[in-house]
């Protein structure tokens, strides 16, 4: 097991990222950098992006990221955004958006709900709602075989939530 975590961390929990090339990038013998700032500590993640494989750092303050900076660092962040937002998996129709609106309190709500609160035909609902589920953007509180002994009335949808 190598002693460099090669996971990215979670979306939300970094601003900034940035890289090095220059310190040892063997997955068997890589070792974390410790990097510290006024406003934060990190060590450095073994990842790979492009076609090259970099000790990265995920930072929260813009200070920590100028800092790095200072120190040697690549600043990759428009790289990593421009690459998440190509890979992000989002709505695609007026529907499907309207569907994600009416769920963005994060709590069950039925087809009269949702539809009653958007603007789409009724015709749309069924194509707009299974896409949004394929995608995992929204899940059904009704799956697999309970779906055959399901009244209509009984499936609810919320906005799926990533751990």
Not at 17 to 28: F, K
Not at 75 to 88: A, G, H, Y
């Amino acid at each position: 097991m190598p002693a460099i975590t090669t996971t990215v961390p979670k979306e939300e929990s970094y601003n900034y990222v940035v890289g090095r090339t220059d310190i040892n990038t063997e997955l068997h013998d890589a070792q974390a950098y410790e990097f510290h700032s006024y406003t934060e500590n990190q060590d450095s993640r073994l990842i790979e992006f492009g076609s090259t494989i970099y000790h990265m750092l995920f930072l929260r303050t813009r200070e920590a990221k100028e800092r790095a900076c200072c120190t040697g660092w690549m600043d990759l962040t428009p790289q990593w955004n421009e690459k998440l937002n190509s890979i992000r998996v989002e709505a695609t129709t007026d529907s499907q958006r309207q569907i994600l609106a009416a769920l963005g309190d994060g709590e069950w709500h039925n087809k009269k709900f949702i539809t009653s609160n958007s603007t789409f035909k009724d015709t749309e609902w069924r194509t707009a709602i299974k896409t949004l589920m394929d995608r995992k953007l929204v899940e059904c509180n009704i799956y697999g075989m309970m779906k055959g002994r399901a009244s209509n009335r009984g499936y609810k949808y919320r906005l799926v939530v990533n751990d």
